[in-house]
């Protein structure tokens, strides 16, 4: 079975571009996550959707950040314009309710450098 | 590809000894704990779980305490091997209502490095 498939792996692009990471959760996943790491901050949930609707942005840092998910087995995250402190790098996770556990699956991250 | 890089506390440990990797949580009315395991250039992996009803849960070589009185978590590593070298992370939710979803806090991490 296909874990959470990001896109693209490595992003390097100049200040005031579109950036936008891909991700395509697990199948049958009702929760998707976007998560920010960096050396300084660690990991911040930037946004979460339940059955594609968008539950908490609250950790979205400002309005060049949006994020979608237009069905179940797709969403985005983009910054625009891009900006040296928006390098980092971004991990898309699914989950699936069943009682609650805390297992996220994570993809293996895209990584942003914004020169 | 990093994870969070070099900052981390780390922890060296030998191969065959037990690690202990410690995390101290900051809401008290957190409810859930998770300990995932980060890889080099890989997304973070659930390792065990434990709810605040519990202060011991066991799995696979690993253990992990919770105390809540001082608000403190541990992953213990039995017989640590070079595959267990890796950031460690600590999270926590609350509370825990479906309508919240899996939403998790995620500590600063640990790295652990085995001597072989």
């Known amino acids: 079975d296909a874990g959470v498939i990001q896109s693209p792996r490595h992003e390097v692009t100049e200040m005031g571009q579109e950036v936008t990471l891909r991700c395509k959760p697990i199948?049958?996943?009702?929760?998707l996550f976007w998560y920010r790491q960096t050396m300084m901050r660690g990991l911040e949930l930037l946004i979460y959707?339940?059955?594609?609707?968008?539950?908490?942005d609250s950790g979205m840092p400002e309005d060049r950040f949006s994020a979608k998910m237009p069905n179940a087995s797709f969403s985005t995250l983009k910054i625009q314009p891009s900006e040296p402190r928006d390098s980092a790098v971004y991990f898309c996770?699914?989950?699936?309710?069943?009682?609650?556990?805390?297992?996220?699956?994570f993809g293996e991250g895209s990584r942003l450098t914004v020169l | 590809g990093e994870s969070v890089g070099l900052h981390l506390p780390t922890l060296s440990v030998q191969e065959g000894d037990n690690s202990i990797i410690n995390c101290a949580y900051s809401?008290?009315?957190?409810?859930?704990f998770i300990w995932y395991k980060q890889e080099s250039g890989k997304g973070p992996q659930f390792i065990i779980d434990?709810?605040?009803?519990?202060d011991k849960r066991q799995g696979q070589r690993v253990t992990v305490l919770l105390n809540k009185t001082v608000k403190h978590l541990s992953l213990q590593i039995a017989a640590t091997q070079p595959g267990d070298s890796a950031v460690y992370f600590c999270?926590?939710?609350?509370?825990?209502?479906?309508?919240?979803?899996?939403?998790?806090?995620f500590g600063g991490g640990t790295r652990v490095l085995v001597k072989p």
């Open positions: 959707f339940n059955n594609n609707v968008p539950i908490d």
């Open positions: 999270a926590e939710a609350y509370p825990m209502i479906k309508a919240a979803g899996n939403k998790l806090t």
């Open positions: 996770a699914s989950s699936l309710w069943g009682g609650f556990t805390g297992e996220l699956f």
């Open positions: 434990i709810r605040s009803n519990m």
């Open positions: 199948s049958g996943h009702d929760y």
């Open positions: 809401n008290s009315a957190s409810d859930y």
